[in-house]
């Protein structure tokens, strides 16, 4: 599967991931979304449930654009990542920082 992202806007910034989020990808993926976010003042949620893998680079991505948000005191919130996924944001404690349904 190749990577995609896609976009809807309503009261926030939805944001589908498809594919591997990885090194190859990372940074047109980080420089289009905070591209996008930089004009908007709405909370950011992420859809991974077609996300099928992610690095360490893509969990920096995030990071980077959890901040943006914050700065705009703002939300960042992760709905339907898989089991690997969510245990790998659950290892590195980032369960709590995000909004993330397991």
């Given at each position: 599967?190749a990577f995609e992202?896609?976009?809807?806007?309503?009261?926030?910034?939805?944001?589908?991931?498809?594919?591997?989020?990885?090194?190859?990808?990372?940074?047109?993926?980080?420089?289009?979304?905070?591209?996008?976010?930089?004009?908007?003042?709405?909370?950011?949620?992420?859809?991974?449930?077609?996300?099928?893998?992610?690095?360490?680079?893509?969990?920096?991505?995030?990071?980077?654009?959890?901040?943006?948000?914050?700065?705009?005191?703002k939300?960042?919130?992760?709905?339907?990542?898989?089991?690997?996924?969510?245990?790998?944001?659950k290892?590195?404690?980032?369960?709590?920082?995000?909004?993330?349904?397991?």
């Amino acid at each position: 599967m190749a990577f995609e992202v896609k976009y809807n806007e309503n009261e926030n910034l939805e944001i589908q991931v498809l594919g591997d989020l990885d090194i190859n990808v990372v940074e047109n993926f980080k420089n289009e979304v905070l591209e996008k976010y930089k004009i908007l003042d709405k909370d950011i949620v992420f859809d991974f449930s077609e996300l099928k893998y992610i690095d360490s680079t893509g969990i920096g991505a995030i990071m980077t654009v959890y901040k943006a948000a914050k700065d705009k005191s703002k939300s960042l919130t992760i709905n339907n990542a898989n089991r690997n996924i969510y245990k790998l944001f659950k290892i590195t404690k980032l369960t709590e920082l995000f909004n993330m349904e397991d």
